[in-house]
């Protein structure tokens, strides 16, 4: 429908000059037959009356003029029926004149006397002008804008026919292809065969499938994931359970190691206790995962270099005979508001990360932990002078089973201590990773969220004895 409008749309702009010529033609044609009628008196000063109005009637005009060496000359005359109505000069008529003068004639369908005047054919004589009516000449052109109408309707009904096969064929089943094939994968996701095939031949269709293709592949391999993580998740809260309960055995036969009087024995026991109990407090943090109860972290002040200095050292011990130096640039009275617990796990999880990394190079090298704040957040820094992040671990990083930076390695640690730090309200960067080495920024903000400040007053009508010494 819309291409049968446009083409007649289009037609209307053609018809209207087209009308004008076509009247243009009529006139000019009486004309040259008012000129070969009035060769006949000119060849014979006197005509028979018959043969006079034959003539004008062949003509179809009423009467003729020449103008021949600026002598006009009525050469061929019959009664006029009705005063001349308007006079039209063909000689120099410009477009919009014929044009108007063509619309005019086909809105009155009152039958005119008109004059025109034109140029006699092959220059015989300086004017001819002669008289006629107008009803024929309208009939004339009516019948030739049906025509044209006739003919400009069949144009569009094929070119309509065209353009509707040519679109179902490269736009409408493409369309309803993707369709049918969206409806056909969202049956089942995770079958890898629902997955379309680009097939189109218009290229923004094309795109479209490819985009389509490569959102499919992507959700069924997230589905897959979710599914194995779903059966992880199970298993892992089933060790984690039958461990804490290990652990438990372990802590109970700890706890007699306090009363032992041996030196070496008294300085392992409160690290091997502190060790069992992270241990513990694991398994039932991973527990009370799997249950989606992940609890909140506890705020309270933490002395930042005994923390560094406790990661550090059970670090360093884990080195073994590695070429690993570690540094802290801490200051000694540094305290920020985290949970203790929670932030160790980050820490470990960063320089174990880069003790892994350092021990497969050959030199060995260096673990920096530095600390600083300002009037807005707590900054600490874990670098090292390893070979850099892979690729994939770069683009990956904090995404879990797809970040993992050696072989063996799941890429949980990460995410782990992303999420740990974004339940602080902060953030974990990766501020530098190159052939020099790797460099994260833990950033933490000093001030409360606005939706936690009435907890904060809480906190500040009785604070805790390491917030309070925080304070000082």
Not at 396 to 415: D, E, N, S, V, Y
Request: hydrophobic content about 45%; charged content about 25%.
């Amino acid at each position: 429908m819309l291409t049968i409008i446009f083409v007649m749309a289009a037609e209307i702009m053609i018809f209207v000059p087209s009308i004008a010529r076509f009247r243009e033609d009529f006139l000019l044609s009486r004309l040259e037959r008012a000129q070969i009628a009035s060769l006949a008196l000119l060849a014979n000063d006197s005509l028979d009356m018959n043969l006079e109005d034959e003539l004008l009637a062949n003509a179809d005009v009423y009467n003729v003029v020449l103008r021949r060496n600026e002598i006009r000359q009525l050469v061929l005359s019959s009664p006029i029926p009705e005063q001349i109505y308007a006079t039209y000069d063909l000689r120099d008529a410009s477009a919009y004149e014929l044009i108007r003068d063509a619309t005019a004639t086909l809105l009155d369908p009152t039958n005119r006397v008109i004059r025109v005047i034109g140029d006699p054919v092959k220059q015989a004589g300086l004017l001819i002008e002669v008289t006629l009516p107008t009803e024929p000449m309208r009939t004339a052109m009516v019948e030739y804008g049906v025509r044209i109408l006739m003919l400009s309707a069949a144009i569009s009904l094929f070119t309509a026919l065209l353009l509707f096969l040519a679109v179902r064929a490269l736009i409408v089943h493409p369309i309803k292809r993707v369709v049918g094939a969206m409806t056909h994968y969202a049956e089942a996701p995770e079958d890898a065969r629902r997955i379309i095939e680009p097939t189109a031949k218009v290229y923004e269709l094309r795109e479209a499938e490819i985009a389509l293709c490569s959102m499919q592949t992507d959700l069924t391999s997230s589905l897959r994931q979710k599914d194995r993580l779903a059966q992880l998740g199970g298993a892992v809260a089933k060790i984690s359970h039958d461990l804490r309960n290990i652990l438990t055995t372990a802590q109970l036969f700890s706890d007699r190691l306090e009363t032992s009087q041996d030196p070496a024995v008294i300085r392992s026991a409160p690290k091997l206790m502190n060790s069992i109990q992270r241990a513990v407090n694991l398994c039932e943090s991973t527990l009370a995962f799997g249950k989606a109860e992940e609890p909140s972290p506890t705020m309270s002040g933490v002395r930042v270099a005994e923390l560094v200095g406790d990661v550090i050292e059970g670090e360093r011990l884990s080195s073994g005979d590695a070429d690993i130096s570690f540094a802290e640039d801490v200051p000694a009275t540094m305290v920020m508001r985290a949970d203790a617990e929670q932030m160790h796990r980050v820490l470990s999880n960063l320089v174990r990360n880069a003790r892994q990394a350092l021990a497969t190079q050959p030199n060995g090298g260096e673990i920096s932990v530095a600390a600083r704040e300002d009037e807005t957040q707590w900054v600490l820094t874990v670098s090292d002078t390893g070979p850099g992040l892979p690729p994939k671990a770069r683009d990956h990083l904090f995404q879990p089973f797809q970040g993992g930076t050696r072989k063996g390695g799941f890429g949980l640690g990460l995410a782990i201590a992303a999420e740990l730090i974004r339940g602080h309200g902060g953030k974990l960067l990766l501020e530098r990773s190159d052939e020099t080495g790797t460099v994260f920024g833990i950033h933490l903000p000093k001030g409360f969220a606005t939706e936690a400040e009435p907890v904060a007053e809480a906190h500040n009508e009785q604070p805790s004895t390491d917030t309070a010494k925080a304070a000082e």
